[in-house]
Nanobody, 114 residues
Framework: QVQLVESGGGLVQPGGSLRLSCAAS????????MRWYRQAPGKERELVAR????????NYADSVKGRFFISRDNNKNTVYLQMNSLKPDDTAVYYC???????WGQGTQVTVSS
């Protein structure tokens, strides 16, 4: 069974950092690009970052460029999202997504507030 489990969310002050993890099971991420999305209250889900299967290519939403960094450890079957210089507008539920399987994780809440 293909599953994605996110972790690492929480409450952080503006300017702080968090690292999200997405652990995959039921498939090997080695051959697949992976994505992080987020959904804020009352808003549509939006693509935050994407990483190629090898990790050699990454793409980011304009709103997070230079602050967020996606990476992967294929040996651990895990994808990460390092989030720095967090802003209140980054408050959302963050989801990991595996397009080839059309599978979402359960999400992890990130709240940026003083």
């Amino acid at each position: 069974q293909v599953q994605l489990v996110e972790s690492g969310g929480g409450l952080v002050q503006p300017g702080g950092s968090l690292r999200l993890s997405c652990a995959a099971s039921g498939f090997t991420i080695n051959n697949y690009a992976m994505r992080w999305y987020r959904q804020a209250p009352g808003k549509e889900r939006e693509l935050v970052a994407r990483i190629s299967s090898t990790g050699g290519s990454t793409n980011y939403a304009d709103s997070v460029k230079g602050r967020f960094f996606i990476s992967r450890d294929n040996n651990k079957n895990t994808v990460y999202l390092q989030m720095n210089s967090l802003k209140p507008d980054d408050t959302a539920v963050y989801y990991c997504y595996a397009a080839p399987f059309d599978t979402w994780g359960q999400g992890t809440q990130v709240t940026v507030s003083s």
